[in-house]
T-cell receptor, first 110, second 115 residues
Framework: GENVEQHPSTLSVQEGDSAVIKCTYS??????FPWYKQELGKGPQLIID?????GEKKDQRIAVTLNKTAKHFSLHITETQPEDSAVYFC?????????FGTGTRLTIIP | DAGITQSPRHKVTETGTPVTLRCHQT?????MYWYRQDPGHGLRLIHY???????DKGEVSDGYSVSRSKTEDFLLTLESATSSQTSVYFC??????????????FGPGTRLTVL
């Protein structure tokens, strides 16, 4: 089955700096790659998603890039703010099944 | 929260007892999912349903069963709970994201502790 690896597991950045989280996947049949943000005590919430026929997508301060050949995709957060502190998960989908990475705990230092 | 509620939100039980977790949705979504979340493992799919009485296994289905007798409710049962099933359980539905893609939206979670 699909295997998704996510790095780093923890990340601390100064407020206003950029943060980058990277994921790799194994199944070339994966065609959809969402990113989720999870705050303490809550369920994961979708923040951005990309399909396999697109290389990059941006939504305000958040962007995702996808390299199908290398089977990796990344989340970029610019101008980080304290409210960006959370756990972030990448995922890859084949048919109905989402496979998640193990998560990155992002801490924004004021 | 896409109209998803989970009950109970917290439960402590003993090894060997049966446990049922309930997921309820109010928006008539066809697909529903159960995940467990554990440190170092992210979220892992237990079972999912693609309609009333239609279910399929995920990657960690051993020790779990599910039932869906009506569209709005998806039940997860641990027939005989074990300590390895201590986890946070999330229900999800398939909806449409702001981008127009089919995507999963998650409920608030149930924290289960098996002593």
């Amino acid at each position: 089955g699909e295997n998704v690896e996510q790095h780093p597991s923890t990340l601390s950045v100064q407020e206003g700096d950029s943060a980058v989280i990277k994921c790799t996947y194994s199944d070339s049949a994966s065609n959809y790659f969402p990113w989720y943000k999870q705050e303490l005590g809550k369920g994961p919430q979708l923040i951005i998603d990309i399909r396999s026929n697109v290389g990059e997508k941006k939504d305000q301060r958040i962007a995702v890039t996808l390299n199908k050949t290398a089977k990796h995709f990344s989340l970029h957060i610019t101008e980080t703010q304290p409210e960006d502190s959370a756990v972030y998960f990448c995922a890859a989908r084949v048919a109905e099944k989402l496979t998640f990475g193990t998560g990155t705990r992002l801490t924004i230092i004021p | 929260d896409a109209g998803i509620t989970q009950s109970p939100r917290h439960k402590v039980t003993e090894t060997g007892t049966p446990v049922t977790l309930r997921c309820h949705q109010t928006e008539n979504h066809r697909y529903m999912y159960w995940y467990r979340q554990d440190p170092g493992h992210g979220l892992r799919l237990i079972h999912y349903s693609y309609g009333v009485k239609d279910t399929d296994k995920g990657e960690v289905s051993d020790g779990y069963s599910v039932s869906r007798s009506k569209t709005e409710d998806f039940l997860l049962t641990l027939e005989s709970a074990t300590s390895s099933q201590t986890s946070v359980y999330f229900c999800a539905i398939r909806g449409v994201s702001a981008s127009g893609f089919n995507e999963q939206f998650f409920g608030p979670g149930t924290r289960l502790t098996v002593l």
